[in-house]
């Protein structure tokens, strides 16, 4: 496998997610939910009981990147991110083991008043992919998600070989956190490093969970929605 930076990947990465952000929007999004009416806005992110969404290690990185130059922020709010992240680490008992896709929690980059603080370029897959729909037919095919994040996964194995995982945000984030030492990451890393190669990549993922989720790695909402209302999840 080719080899890149990890400026090189980052740089591949917002190119990735900007073009599957621009495809959603153009051939799916008329058809949603408008989420600045919507009675709920931002449930979609904080529900703690539903949003379960996973990122890779390059993804945290272009997270951190995006909070670091984003001028919305002060630095005073920039920390109160990574505090949140380990508020939510704590509270909701986020770990690196066992089966990360059934941990739940409020997502740490939900602003309120701004709503995710990394839509435009960070924006994790499933993320993009949501939005709530009337009609089933209208929502995008699973398999653009699944294409998209099987090309980061490419690109975190290019960059990092085996060392990096799926994990919850909030626990990526304190791993990235500017302020941390980076011990934990260095930890882990070497751990990951030791695995067999990771095959599959997020087809394997989806096909591993679907048995028990009907959108693996798609937080689910719980609101006040007519029964059977579609959901592609996540804003
Ligand atoms: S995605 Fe759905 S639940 Fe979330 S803000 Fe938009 S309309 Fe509301
Ligand atoms: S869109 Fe995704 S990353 Fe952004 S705040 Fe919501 S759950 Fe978090």
Redesign the pocket.
């Known amino acids: 496998m080719s080899r890149r930076t990890e400026p090189e990947a980052l740089a591949y990465l917002q190119r990735v997610k900007a073009s599957y952000q621009n495809f959603i929007k153009i051939n799916y999004e008329g058809a949603a939910k408008d989420c600045k009416t919507c009675p709920a806005a931002g449930v979609?992110?904080t529900d703690e009981h539903f949003?379960n969404?996973q990122v890779t290690r390059l993804e945290a990185v272009a997270i951190r990147e995006t909070l670091k130059r984003t001028p919305r922020l002060t630095e005073a709010e920039r920390r109160a991110v990574y505090g949140r992240a380990r508020e939510t680490v704590e509270r909701y008992g986020l770990r690196v083991a066992g089966d990360t896709f059934a941990q739940t929690y409020a997502?740490p980059?939900?602003e309120t008043g701004v709503?995710?603080?990394?839509?435009r370029r960070a924006?994790?897959a499933p993320?993009i992919q949501h939005a709530c729909y009337e009609h089933w037919e209208d929502l995008p095919p699973v398999r653009l998600q699944a294409r998209t994040e099987h090309r980061i996964e490419r690109l975190n194995h290019e960059v990092y070989a085996n060392a990096w995982a799926w994990l919850p945000?909030p626990l990526w984030l304190c791993l990235v956190d500017p302020e941390s030492d980076g011990r934990e990451l260095e930890r882990l890393a070497r751990e990951w490093s030791l695995r067999p190669k990771k095959g599959g990549s997020n087809d394997a993922h989806h096909a591993q969970k679907s048995a028990a989720h009907r959108w693996p790695n798609l937080?689910r909402i719980k609101q006040s929605f007519p029964q059977n209302f579609p959901q592609a999840h996540?804003?």
Do not use: A, N
């Open positions: 979609c992110c949003v969404v997502c980059l939900f709503g995710c603080l990394v839509h924006k994790p993320c945000i937080p996540q804003r």
